[in-house]
């Protein structure tokens, strides 16, 4: 299903140029799959140049035999297709003040694509995982060192451990995307894909897989993509980031966008969640006095986002106004008012005020 006013391809927004940290000009959003050159870039590192006949990836630790693939075996295994919206934890830090550091993110870090690949259970299998183990361990090729959030002790690779439960289940060892080989910037010749997840979990340029009996203290792990979880009536624990929350974001009106007064416009966006299904979606067009149900355009799809719209009855008086957009989940959540400071700068899931401005006459 195509929206109505269909936009036109924009390039991406470049919010680093080195390393590349480009996002999606959300307004844009169109497709339910998003294109190959339309998917947001987060790189912490520049990308390695890898070659497909040289490349092999590694699994060792708490395996009967350890492997080496290359990408002629990979390819050799059952292949598997899954679609996955996949965020940024970071994305929409610019709705944040205070301002948090990092890359300041939009709406458009975040992305859905069709990968395709081999099950990281398939390989795990074949190499035969031994009693006591508890992670899998992923790391990348790319590698350097970083000040921020922390200091890096010296050059470190990009490294992310799933918990073994997750690895036996849905990850796919992606070599294609939306069909195509995937591109540099988004991991050639092999990456992760974690459905449901935030995005810091999907490592690219993938070199390593590693079974561990105790958690992965990397960087990416502690220091960066952590935040403080309360649990079971305890102090604040530092929780390695991991399900993406339910989130629905507006597209069209865009942030700014002049819209006619005492007229019917229509509102657009995309709505996901890393627990089962959205299941509502609910828009306010007068800063959350008022609230109606949006209309899902997709039917539901387990981690694959669904697409909305509502109609928006706009008011006569101009001025600006603020738009809101809220959705509900499968697993009986809603995005809630407010930020809890112990996210750092990442899971920024409260509905993201959109201001536009009412004009009389020619708007
Ligand atoms: N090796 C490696 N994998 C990585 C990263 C990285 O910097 N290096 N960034 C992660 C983050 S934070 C995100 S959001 C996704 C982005 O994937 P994309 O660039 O294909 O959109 O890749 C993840 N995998
Ligand atoms: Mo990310």
Not at 249 to 263: F, G, L, M, T
Not at 336 to 362: C, K, S
């Amino acid at each position: 299903m195509t929206m109505s006013s269909t936009p036109r391809p924009a390039a991406l927004i470049v919010r680093q140029a080195s390393p590349p940290n480009l996002e999606m000009p959300f307004h844009t959003l169109d497709e339910r799959i998003t294109s190959g050159a339309g998917h947001y870039v987060r790189s912490h590192f520049p990308a390695p140049e890898l070659n497909a006949q040289d490349w092999r990836l590694r699994l060792g630790g708490l395996v009967d035999s350890p492997l080496e693939l290359s990408l002629e075996d990979l390819k050799a295994m059952p292949p598997h297709t899954l679609t996955a919206t996949m965020e940024c934890a970071g994305n929409g830090r610019l709705y944040l003040s205070p301002r948090r550091p990092g890359v300041q993110w939009d709406l458009g870090a975040v992305g859905t694509a069709e990968w395709t690949g081999v099950r990281l259970s398939d390989v795990l299998e074949r190499a035969g995982v031994t009693p006591g183990a508890l992670e899998v361990v992923l790391e990348g090729a790319d590698c350097g060192t970083l000040t921020d959030p922390g200091r890096t002790p010296g050059e470190i690779h990009y490294a992310r451990s799933l918990p073994l439960s997750k690895a036996l289940d849905d990850v796919l060892l992606a070599y294609a995307m939306n069909g195509q080989p995937l591109t540099r910037d988004h991991g050639f010749p092999v990456r992760a894909v974690v459905p449901g997840w935030y995005g810091m979990a999907a490592v690219k340029w993938l070199t390593t897989l590693h079974v561990t009996g105790t958690p992965y203290q990397g960087f990416f792990q502690t220091v960066d993509y952590s935040f403080w979880a309360f649990r079971d009536g305890l102090s604040p624990q530092m929780v390695p980031i991991n399900a993406m929350l339910v989130k629905a974001q507006i597209a069209r009106p865009a942030p700014h966008d002049a819209v006619k007064a005492d007229s019917s416009c229509e509102v657009t966006g995309a709505a996901w969640t890393g627990n089962g299904n959205v299941t509502r979606v609910e828009f306010s067009g007068d800063g959350g006095q008022t609230w109606a149900d949006a209309e899902l355009l997709d039917a539901p799809q387990p981690g694959v986002w669904r697409r909305w719209r509502a109609l928006w009855q706009t008011p006569a008086q101009p001025g600006p106004v603020t738009l809101l957009a809220r959705a509900s989940d499968s697993a009986g959540r809603t995005q809630e008012d407010g930020y809890d400071a112990g996210r750092g700068g990442y899971m920024i899931n409260f509905p993201l005020p959109i201001t536009v401005h009412v004009q009389t006459g020619e708007a």
